[in-house]
């Protein structure tokens, strides 16, 4: 069975950092490619970075700069690091895997999501 596991979110001060994982379970996480995705109240999905299998990553433009995306093969594990925080950046966030569509900004762009992990930036 296909499992995706997000943890490290919380509640942070504008400016403030945070570093999310997603741990892979149930497939052969090294020859796909994983992405992030999140979701604040009342707003649709957005995409947010991927990552390939030879570590190539892309972003979008509102994230370019202060977040990174890696992955640690080896671990079946994905991260995304979060600098400089904003409150904007509040919402609910996901590891996605992606079924063709990289920058896919509907769940029926992926065949596999997690449970999600907050995020809530405020003073």
């Known amino acids: 069975v296909v499992q995706l596991a997000e943890s490290g979110g919380g509640l942070v001060q504008p400016g403030g950092s945070l570093r999310l994982s997603c741990a892979a379970s149930?497939?052969?996480?090294?020859?796909?490619?994983m992405s992030w995705v999140r979701q604040a109240p009342g707003k649709g999905l957005e995409w947010l970075s991927s990552?390939?299998?030879?570590?190539?990553?892309s972003y979008t433009d509102s994230v370019k700069g202060r977040f990174t995306i890696s992955r640690d093969n080896a671990k079946s594990t994905m991260y995304l690091q979060l600098n400089s925080l904003k409150t904007e950046d509040t919402a609910m966030y996901y590891c996605?895997?992606?079924?063709?569509?990289?920058?896919?900004?509907?769940?029926?762009?992926?065949?596999?999501w997690g449970q999600g992990t907050q995020v809530t930036v405020s003073s």
């Open positions: 990552i390939n299998t030879a570590g190539t990553t």
């Open positions: 149930g497939f052969t996480f090294r020859i796909y490619i």
């Open positions: 996605a895997r992606p079924k063709g569509m990289l920058h896919g900004s509907s769940w029926s762009d992926y065949d596999a």
